[in-house]
């Protein structure tokens, strides 16, 4: 959390939450879902001077072929980390 005051982090992680939950639940129904989509979806072009990801983990049975690393890495690609 990068900002000074506590409702502005509020805010922030209120907004990943929400992008999190429009992931999981509207994007990419079919039975081979896209985790890129969802953290795309989850950063929702926001940037590092408000809150930096520094891991994601897919946990669910869909996504169990899913690197961590590689989701990791691409975080770092995506400039939020």
Sequence with gaps: ??????????EALGIVGVNLVYG????DPDPDPDPELRLQSMLDN????????DRVE?????????D????????VQLGQS
């Design 1 to 10: 959390m990068m900002d000074s005051e506590a409702t502005l982090q509020q």
């Design 24 to 27: 999981a639940c509207s994007l």
């Design 46 to 53: 926001r940037t590092t001077d408000r809150i930096e990801i």
């Design 58 to 66: 897919f946990s669910v049975i869909e996504f169990r072929n899913v």
């Design 68 to 75: 961590p690393r590689a989701m990791s890495l691409r975080l």
